[in-house]
């Protein structure tokens, strides 16, 4: 037990409010409560505001920037209290991150400008808050288990999380980490991307597919469920034998857990 | 020529998946060049400064374009050459095609140009009786077989050396008879027919890596000295040049010559550098044109977030990394830019209509944006145009934009997440309802649109409790 972990800078013992997301809300609730016990499991206090629903993201990146601002405006008034807001979604903290500003300019809003300014630096993923904020790779997990990893686009390339994912997952007891080839290839999720081009999606996630068999790995583990549901559909329907987890599933994972 | 979205992506798309020669030559292809590319910049210390210099200057260049092109034009004109002004694709295929009918010539030779192949300009002069012949080993490829580039670097990279060497058997009359696949004997029988070509051409065409605005230089970078010998050879010479290729100053060339390469061929040099001010006497071509087209590219300037496609050096870094280039080729996204650029670069130009499935041609996960040496924000532009798609679609299309599928489900669902009751309400809906669809825990088929999904994925049921009422049901 951690008891005593606080944010660089600050006196207040750590208090964090989650960010769920609609999308982990209602398809994968498993892993919001994983990203609570393995906080609460580091002595972090974790608020879930109610109120809060989506980030927008799927409406941003499909086209209707205009159904956007009401879901960016009810974000910064839901979290505008917390001092940090954590998600277990690289994807829907990169939209908050590199494109809120985009969405308050276009609402031609000063106040709510100022209100995104505010709030972003305060919105980190699992990892960042974990390594960058808490300062722990080792959340005292255990996971006797071989695992790939699958590092997301968004959490590659809009946050730039870079190997903090990965050495998390290394420093969990009982773990197998192999290395995943052509990592950094896109799954072919993309949003509604898999839908309009479905076909293109298929083929890459195809390869994704192949790329982790060819790991005789048993779980592939990702900082985002979008993409794993991406790929954990297809490793399903292909009766693959590899399931896939959440991040934070297999840091909440103690050995109580494996006995079961 | 540009000839956008017909038919739309997925449709395209959806054929090129199935070529599987076309999947396996382009893979590989791809690949290697990705690999490589990977290894040049990695040894660049400065590779990030030297980015952001490219940057940074093209974003100056853009900001200033008409003092930058006026000054172009003093020192072209002051080193005995002559600019043209082309405002659209027409009136530059009129202008080269006069330029070439007052010298009687009935044939020329082309290095490779992009602008032209957006232009139409081959075809524009075929119609006037003049025969272009393209000198680029792969562009020449591509117009023996009648066949559309499909790569901006590499216009046949669809194309096997086997697919080669029937179509030169087939078409060259300096082929021997028992020509083999090997690259020598297929490039040793294009030369020998290329160099006829040069001998006699009197006007040779080529376009415009970068125009010095101070000095009035001109620059073609090239692999195989074919452009070059199109730039000096003949008597007339005809350079097209997009607009936003100007740069200031002769030093601005650096940045420019260590991005290019190493981006696009993975060279550290590229083989041959032409850098050409004006005429000379007793060297080169004796009359030089440079025609400065628009095109389109002053609409893609007035739009603030979209002119940044406009810093594009023509690298191709970004086809290369694409995973949906990669599968699918040039070919899919039917315009002379294709790939990721051209998804962005393409409805700029030509507008939307008919190019509007090419901002939904990627899955935006940003490997365009990270390799670009002009760091040009790729998935940013394609948001942005995104945006603009639904507003024409649903503006256009009036009644029946507005009541497409897509258009409710997206405002219902915005409705829903606006209001905590009805999103909950949603999430209730969506367990209770989704019953016919399940079994063993999974969707294995959904109806309409979203059945793509489910063409070869599983979907995961809702699961019986949220994660709120989780939350709700521990903290009471």
């Given at each position: 037990?951690?008891d ?19 999308f ?43 159904e956007?601002?009401p ?9 505008a ?68 990893y ?17 050495r ?81 599933e ?7 857990d494996?006995?079961? | ?9 997925p ?37 990030e ?8 200057l ?8 008409d ?38 010539a009935?044939?020329?030779?082309k ?6 192949e ?10 006037r ?10 562009q ?59 001998l ?59 991005l ?25 071509p ?17 739009d ?21 280039y990669?599968?699918?080729g ?11 650029i ?8 030509t ?42 679609s649903?503006?256009?299309?009036g ?7 897509e258009?409710?489900?997206?405002r ?25 669809l399940?079994?063993?825990g ?33 903290r009471p």
């Amino acid at each position: 037990m951690v008891d005593d972990v606080r944010l660089p800078g600050t006196t207040s013992p750590v208090r964090v409010a989650l960010f769920i997301t609609c999308f982990n809300d209602t398809m994968f609730p498993q892993t919001g409560r994983a990203v609570v016990t393995v906080l609460e499991r580091l002595g972090v206090t974790v608020d879930f505001p109610l109120e809060q629903t989506c980030c927008g993201q799927m409406h941003f990146n499909t086209g209707y920037a205009e159904e956007t601002i009401p879901l960016v405006r009810r974000f910064v008034r839901v979290f505008a209290d917390a001092e940090v807001v954590v998600s277990p979604s690289a994807s829907c903290v990169g939209m908050v991150r590199d494109y809120y500003a985009r969405v308050a300019e276009l609402s031609g809003d000063a106040g709510l400008r100022r209100e995104v300014q505010t709030i972003t630096p305060r919105v980190v993923e699992l990892s960042e808050l974990l390594i960058d904020r808490l300062g722990v790779e080792d959340v005292g997990a255990y996971f006797p288990r071989r695992v790939t990893y699958h590092p997301t686009c968004h959490s590659l390339r809009m946050l730039h999380v870079g190997d903090r994912p990965l050495r998390l997952l290394r420093a969990v007891r009982g773990i197998d980490v192999v290395t995943l080839p052509e990592a950094e290839q896109c799954c072919g999720f993309g949003g509604t991307f898999a839908i309009k081009n479905a076909d293109t999606s298929i083929a890459m996630v195809s390869d994704k597919i192949r790329a982790i068999l060819d790991t005789g790995a048993e779980v592939c583990v990702s900082a985002d469920n979008s993409c794993l549901m991406h790929i954990g559909g297809a490793l399903s329907r292909q009766r693959a034998g590899v399931r896939t987890m959440h991040l934070a599933e297999i840091l909440a994972q103690t050995k109580e857990d494996s006995a079961s | 020529m540009i000839d956008a979205g017909t038919p739309a992506f997925p449709e395209a798309a959806r054929t090129a998946l199935a070529d599987t020669q076309l999947r396996h030559n382009l893979g590989h292809a791809t690949r290697t060049i990705r690999a490589k590319r990977a290894g040049v910049v990695a040894e660049m210390p400065d590779w990030e400064e030297l980015r952001e210099a490219g940057r940074a200057l093209k974003e100056r260049v853009l900001r200033h374009l008409d003092a930058h092109l006026t000054q172009l034009e003093g020192s072209v004109t002051r080193a005995g050459g002559t600019v043209h002004w082309a405002r659209d694709a027409e009136e530059c295929n009129r202008i080269v095609g006069d330029l070439i009918a007052a010298h009687g010539a009935a044939e020329v030779v082309k290095a490779k140009s992009l602008t032209t192949e957006e232009t139409g300009l081959n075809e524009a002069l075929a119609q006037r009786g003049i025969r272009a012949w393209e000198t680029d080993l792969a562009q020449l490829i591509i117009q023996l077989s009648d066949d559309a580039p499909s790569h901006i670097l590499v216009p046949a990279i669809h194309k096997n050396r086997e697919q080669i060497r029937a179509l030169f058997a087939r078409t060259l009359e300096e082929a021997p008879a028992d020509l083999s696949d090997d690259p020598r004997e297929l490039a040793e029988t294009a030369r020998r027919h290329l160099r006829k070509l040069f001998l006699e051409a009197r006007v040779g065409i080529s376009g415009v890596n970068f125009a010095v605005a101070d000095t009035g230089t001109v620059s073609v970078v090239e692999s195989e000295g074919n452009g070059r010998m199109c730039t000096t050879l003949p008597e007339v010479l005809i350079s097209v040049m997009g607009i936003e290729k100007v740069i200031p100053t002769w030093e601005d060339l650096e940045i420019y010559l260590q991005l290019l390469p190493r981006s696009s061929t993975a060279e550290r040099m590229n083989p041959y550098t032409s850098l050409w001010t004006g005429v000379t006497d007793g060297d080169g071509p004796r009359e030089f044109h440079l025609v400065l087209v628009d095109n389109g590219r002053t609409h893609v300037l007035a739009d603030t977030i979209g002119r940044q496609a406009l810093n594009c050096i023509r690298c191709s870094a970004c086809l290369n990394v694409c995973p949906v280039y990669e599968r699918t080729g040039g070919h899919a996204y039917g315009s002379t830019y294709p790939g990721p650029i051209g998804a962005i670069l393409t409805p700029m130009l030509t507008g939307m209509t008919g190019a509007g499935s090419l901002p939904y041609a990627s899955s935006l996960c940003g490997a365009c944006y990270e390799v670009c040496p002009v760091k040009i924000n790729i998935p940013e532009v394609l948001v942005h145009l995104r945006h603009e798609e639904v507003a024409r679609s649903t503006s256009t299309r009036g009644v029946r934009g507005r009541i497409a599928p897509e258009h409710v489900a997206m405002r219902a669902m915005a409705r829903v997440f606006a209001n905590r009751r009805l999103y909950e309400a949603a999430q209730r809906a969506g367990r209770l309802t989704q019953w016919p669809l399940v079994r063993d825990g999974k969707i294995r088929r959904l109806p309409g649109p979203l059945g793509g999904w489910t063409a070869a994925r599983d979907l995961p049921a809702v699961p019986p409790q949220s994660f709120r009422d989780w939350w709700r049901e521990r903290r009471p």
